[in-house]
């Protein structure tokens, strides 16, 4: 004996998926090189104040992002840091360790700064 059902299965209609367009491009036509980088970039180059910053984000086994930057002043060896924090997306690793880029070189100036007026200071004294 067959119970009678509120609802009768039906057939599932599946629809045909509409195509996804950017930038006025089918998403089957492939994108220019230069949108392409630009879509999915794990390093940022910038100059600032002189020096050349290059931020990295790097995935880590656990879908996070490692933000790594390089710090380069001509005449001067690079400095590497690496994993200052990790990030759920690519995109806040590379503003972080641009940022964190530029506050170490401010801070390094400042540093200059003082140190270069105080040995001025000490030789006015002497």
């Known amino acids: 004996m067959t119970m009678p059902t509120k609802h009768q299965f039906r057939a599932v209609q599946i629809r ?3 195509t996804i367009e950017a930038a006025d491009r089918p998403a089957n036509m492939p994108m ?3 949108q392409a980088l630009s879509v999915d ?3 940022y180059g910038s100059k600032y104040k ?3 910053l290059t931020a990295c984000a790097k ?3 656990r879908d996070l992002y490692a ?3 390089a710090i380069d002043r001509p005449g001067c060896s690079t400095r590497h840091f690496l994993a200052l924090d990790y990030f759920y997306t690519a995109a806040e690793a590379l503003r972080y360790a641009t940022r964190w880029g530029k506050l170490w070189i401010d801070h ?3 540093k200059v700064a003082v140190s270069a007026k105080s040995i001025d200071t000490a030789e006015r004294n002497a």
């Open 16 to 18: 045909k998926a509409r």
């Open 32 to 34: 220019p090189v230069s």
């Open 41 to 43: 970039r794990s390093s």
């Open 50 to 52: 002189g020096y050349a």
């Open 59 to 61: 995935p880590t086994h």
């Open 67 to 69: 933000a790594d930057v």
């Open 108 to 110: 390094r100036l400042q």
